[in-house]
């Protein structure tokens, strides 16, 4: 099987590098702990963001106790306010969703969708782990430091930031900034091993055209970060320097409680650029690994070969291209030259376009399929209905004219839940579904999936649809409350709090989804080698769940791309990639041999 025969897909070229060598842990603590296999890291990794997640959920209850019910409980302070605000957004835009679908899903996937042992450089894996924990346990201190954590919102704009004014410029702003400049060295050392492993390590035969698309989405998503996060780390450590040392990168002449400051000639705007030229890139750090998760969940549920498969591929790597030029639409209000609005708002639109393709394909692959509504389907096809709502509002926001009334308001709060908390959280519920089989061995309850779905889907409709109305007629954002004041009727009082009630429903309803991993990691139904039948080769492996090495004595040789569902004469419904086409087509075989035969006698 490992040379290629006249009536095999594609050539499997021979081996050019030896296989590499695997560490193989000496005790407990290196196999579980500090250990170098990237499906433990994956685990580490989900299990640390999702633990940090929890703590940005419910700071995200606090604040809406507050704007539901406001006087109603007075331990939360104004400043408590603007704290909650500021590390809610960083835990889940950083540590939380950058982390779990890179961290998380890129460790777990990567090795075994490509056809390798483990991570080309496994010792550095284990270290950015390390440092990831290390930053999360830094932005946890900075609620026990004198004035807590910082409360200069998430995007952290000098000069608020660093003014004693602000909740947390002492201590909790020092912190936050230390915490993201780890954050990005751990992940640096993730990203070299994921684009490293991609290129280097994949299994013979298979060829970038032939990469799950879950692979392109992290890749792509990966390249992204490694050019974006720079920036923020640059932005970062100027404005420690700024408030540790007293230089000026950020910090203009400026007067404070009648006392002028001994700043002076520092640019404010700059850090915007360099906060949003890393941010609006991360935007599709979270959307591209989603966007592949997504195609692949959809493909096998859907029993249906993936619509347009190149040019799914060159859309996500286009997506990433042009996200580097679309920062600045953030920034309308800055008070830019306004030919510099017309090029990022034209920029905005059009990287709508192959974003539109990916919906389209999506569409067309889910025509006339075999659709099996299972879990992680459901949540697929809500990933699509919640990204393209979400995607239309940004339309909106792209335009300047709309922008510049709406961009302070709770418009900007719901769409931007839309697109970067609701529909990749949507895609992370969905991907657990599908890999946990493979994770443990075990599906997970379809009942409780289901509830789990239904409740999270239309809770989150109904959490942020009335926050647009809210944003139409003027709610400010980033309030703690709204006062005495008579500009608003009685219906903005009462749609917050029932958004407020509405979220602590969804939010308690998660309680199913943990209760569910916990009982089917030993209670559940038993998955099978490929309970999905799949393509990928993840589903291939020796062993459920993959042993040390992944696949066993010897690699998997790739044949194909991962999308041969329902081929026409084919035993199965589906065709593995590493099944030669003599396997895949038994029948066939047979009839060339006797045809051969009767050739031979002639």
């Avoid at 239904?454 to 400010?476: D, E, K, N």
Wanted: aromatic share 16%; hydrophobic share 50%; proline share 6%.
């Amino acid at each position: 099987m490992a040379d290629a025969t006249h009536d095999d897909v594609g050539y499997v070229p021979p081996a050019e590098i030896e296989e590499q060598d695997l560490y193989h842990a000496k005790s407990w603590i290196t196999k579980y702990v500090f250990c170098q296999d990237a499906k433990v890291i994956a685990i580490q990794y989900s299990i640390t963001a999702i633990a940090i997640g929890l703590v940005g959920l419910v700071l995200s209850w606090l604040m809406r106790l507050q704007l539901g019910f406001p006087e109603a409980f007075s331990f939360i302070e104004p400043d408590d306010y603007y704290q909650f605000i500021t590390v809610h957004g960083m835990i889940m835009v950083i540590y939380l969703l950058t982390a779990l679908f890179l961290g998380g899903f890129g460790n777990y996937l990567i090795p075994l969708m490509v056809g390798a042992r483990d991570m080309v450089f496994p010792f550095v894996n284990m270290i950015s782990y390390w440092v990831y924990l290390l930053a999360v346990v830094v932005l946890c201190a900075s609620f026990f430091v004198p004035g807590g954590p910082t409360g200069a919102g998430w995007t952290l704009y000098p000069p608020q930031a660093i003014l004693s004014g602000t909740p947390g410029s002492d201590g909790g702003i020092i912190l936050m900034l230390v915490s993201l400049a780890l954050f990005i060295v751990g992940f640096t050392m993730g990203g070299l091993n994921y684009v490293v492993t991609v290129f280097q390590a994949r299994t013979r035969g298979l060829s970038l055209m032939r990469l799950p698309l879950t692979i392109w989405g992290i890749l792509t998503a990966t390249v992204l970060a490694l050019l974006a996060f720079p920036a923020l780390f640059v932005g970062a450590v100027m404005m420690l320097l700024d408030r540790i040392l007293g230089t000026s990168f950020f910090m203009p002449s400026i007067v404070e409680l009648g006392e002028h400051l001994s700043y002076g000639g520092g640019s404010p705007i700059l850090f915007q650029h360099l906060f949003w030229f890393f941010g609006h890139p991360e935007v599709y750090i979270v959307a591209l690994p989603a966007f592949g998760i997504v195609s692949d969940l959809i493909s096998v549920h859907a029993r249906r070969n993936i619509f347009g498969y190149r040019m799914m591929v060159w859309a996500i790597v286009i997506i990433g291209a042009l996200s580097f030029v679309v920062w600045a639409h953030h920034m309308y209000v800055s008070g830019m030259n306004p030919y510099f609005g017309f090029f990022f708002a034209t920029t905005t639109l059009i990287i709508a376009v192959p974003t539109a393709l990916k919906v389209y394909n999506w569409t067309l692959t889910l025509w006339r399929g075999d659709i099996h509504l299972t879990t992680p389907m459901l949540f697929a096809i809500g990933f699509i209905v919640t990204f393209v709502n979400g995607g239309i509002t940004g339309l909106f926001l792209g335009n300047v004219a709309i922008d510049v009334p709406l961009s302070d308001t709770m418009f900007v709060v719901a769409h931007f839940h839309m697109v970067m908390g609701v529909a990749p959280a949507l895609v992370i519920f969905g991907a657990i579904y599908h890999w946990y089989p493979k994770i443990t061995g075990r599906l997970l309850d379809e009942t409780l999936g289901k509830f789990h779905f239904w409740v999270t889907f239309l809770g989150a409709y109904l959490i942020y649809f009335p926050m647009h109305y809210l944003g139409f007629v003027g709610v400010p954002r980033r309030y703690f409350e709204l006062g005495d004041t008579q500009i608003f009727d009685q219906s903005v009082g009462d749609l917050n709090a029932f958004i407020s009630i509405v979220t602590f429903i969804v939010g308690f309803a998660q309680l199913v989804f943990f209760f569910n991993l916990y009982r089917s990691y030993s209670k559940g139904k038993e998955a099978g080698p490929n309970p999905w039948r799949a393509c990928s080769l993840e589903w291939q492996t020796a062993e459920t769940p993959p042993g040390h090495g992944n696949f066993g004595k010897e690699l998997p040789l790739v044949y194909r791309w991962p999308y041969d569902f329902n081929v026409p004469g084919a035993k199965e419904d589906f065709i593995p990639q590493n099944m030669s086409q003599s396997e895949a087509f038994p029948k066939r075989k047979a009839a060339a041999k006797t045809s051969r035969s009767r050739a031979a006698k002639k």
